[in-house]
């Protein structure tokens, strides 16, 4: 194996932990699959960038913006924004942890376009780029002999991309089923307990989970985005947020949630998709399932799915209690994926 | 990709569905993958061998079969044996699908042996081998350039060992909790339903999923197996069926079932290992999981396990309902991933 030069765009707390990650797994990576690598570059949102071909010291680079300082004294490089960032850092891959654009994908598309252009790999955890230019940037990826990855978009690190394009060959995708979205499953789970609709928002908003607007969240356009990434790249259909019939969780009231509860049930936000040949019907909507499903027993963050094929039964994938290391896995095992095909 | 000749040892309930989806997936595996094949030897228990380097009508065979016929009609070679079969086939890949030996593995590991020693990929679902030389064929296999692989025998046709192998790289796997074996549970859920432990054996025996002797499955061994095959291979640790501690539900009355239903919790059969550092603890027991537990809403033959990891929060795969057809989807699956990695 070559060794990697990597690019890390984006410095939040799923960057940060990735940085942690690749310190922390360096000397396994190397004994295990013969994977080294070297960090040549970071770019953050307010907190400077570094380039240094030679490599930069992660443990410093963590330290200073921990410390709140910039990352501009680290390399004597001047950088004009993330494009010459991604030019000039001379990296084998590219991480793209910039914020999520639900519209248009960008910046982040032109961001992982640039990379494959110039030869990087390209893997991102930032669903925009998804379900706005799967397609492109994977045609883009193949002519350039390189891989655009994205396992982190849906489910965390939890193998769901990856489940399909190498762990079961061969199978198509019916239908899924699932609970996608953590910030809704902790507020119905906070409302079981008695907190009302506004209160259980106020918790996600303070743990720093929901946005000061949780409208991406509580109308369910945060599952809907993650519903169309799935449709568009596992059913092989593009596929966009706005096509998913969604419905959010503002309607259900503390009565609701304690009434089903007294019946045995609980309120989920639902994710669906049902492929009849090349149309695909999708919906995203509050249900009441009982203790028979998977979906009753979550908790928290916890998520699922559960996908029909042609030839198995119903698989069921559950991911409890993700955060940012486990996104920052999803991003490291594209990595090892994309460099060892 | 070239073209693969199959050989087939072993052709009950499994290696039939088997040949069924080799026939249906013939034309989709060409255009998702370039990947064609010819069957040119099966081997039976009762119903004689047929191999033929021009490829086998597999329609024919199978309908021999069904009608109690033998396959000896099929082609003129004279097959001395399992070994003589594997090395006359002129086959690329070997499904090794004769009856499990809880004891040796064999005679399916010289089988596995022979057909890696000439050049084949070593498919299975037989689960001997895989607790009785897993380390010798994935060796051998190794310094042939070809496959040992065995999806199948834990969970049927559900992502197990290629989750580690292939979709999850750098993860350590710590702990594993599961129920993975079909027939206590359809007893238990039996007994729930108000049926005594023995009617609810006979009704699995006559479903044909219990043997004559139900020992394998009611004490535990075939759990056990399953137990020490995921250690062995997932935490690299060399694991025999003894050393799982192992309690049976033959004490298991209805009137225990039925208190626990009462308390809201439900009895299965739980499979269960820890690793510290190179020791591992493995049991397999009763237990009575509660609504939480995404165990809790298991029925019939359904399949879970639990997987806790280094870097994963607990990542839970679910199979429903599994049967020959999924057991045979696993087969393929290792044989679309031997070839084409």
């Keep these: 194996m070559p060794h ?6 984006g410095f939040g707390n799923v960057g940060r932990s990735l940085a942690d990650l690749l310190l922390r797994k360096k000397a396994e990576l190397k004994e295990r699959y013969d994977i ?6 970071i770019a953050t949102g307010r907190h400077g960038s570094a380039v240094d071909p030679s490599g930069i010291d992660l443990v410093g680079a963590l330290d200073l913006i921990r410390t709140g300082r910039t990352l501009n004294s680290v390399s004597k490089a001047q950088i004009a924004g993330p494009l010459d960032f991604i030019r000039t850092s001379q990296a084998d891959v590219l991480f793209e942890n910039t914020p999520v654009n639900h519209e248009t994908g960008q910046p982040a598309v032109t961001h992982l376009r640039t990379a494959l252009k110039c030869g990087l790999h390209a893997i991102t955890a930032n669903k925009g780029p998804v379900v706005h230019a799967y397609r492109e940037l994977t045609e883009l990826a193949k002519a350039q002999g390189k891989k655009f990855y994205f396992e982190s978009t849906v489910m965390d690190g939890a193998p769901i991309f ?11 995708l019916k239908s899924f089923r699932g ?8 507020i119905l789970t906070r409302m079981e307990a008695g907190e009302s609709f506004a209160q259980a928002v106020k918790h996600c908003q303070e743990i720093g989970i929901a946005e000061t607007d949780p409208t991406a969240d509580v109308d369910g356009w945060d599952a809907a985005i993650k519903v169309a990434a799935l449709v568009t790249v596992l059913m ?12 959010g969780i503002r309607q259900i009231t503390p009565e609701m949630v304690a009434a089903a509860r007294a019946d045995g049930t609980r309120y989920k936000l639902v994710c669906s998709a049902q492929r009849e ?18 979906m009753y027993g979550l908790e928290g963050s916890t998520s ?25 896995y ?4 594209d990595f090892i994926n994309a460099v060892r095909s």
């Excluded at 080294?36 to 570059?41: D, F, K, M, N, R």
């Excluded at 990856?162 to 198509?172: H, K, M, S, W």
């Excluded at 999803?330 to 095992?333: S, V």
């Design 330 to 333: 999803g991003l490291l095992a």
């Design 304 to 328: 699922l799915v559960e996908f029909k094929t042609d030839v198995l039964g119903d698989l069921t994938i559950i991911e409890k209690d993700p955060g940012p290391a486990t996104t920052a």
């Design 36 to 41: 080294t690598y070297t960090v040549t570059g």
């Design 277 to 294: 040949c090349d149309r695909v019907q999708a919906c995203v909507a509050p249900e009441q399932v009982s203790a028979a499903s998977p």
């Design 236 to 247: 092989g259909v593009p596929f966009t947020p706005q096509q998913v019939e969604r419905t």
């Design 162 to 172: 990856v489940l399909f394009r190498d762990a079961i060959p061969g199978t198509q």
């Design 179 to 186: 609970v996608l979205n953590s910030t809704t499953n902790i």
């Design 4 to 9: 990697y030069n990597l690019a890390l765009l």
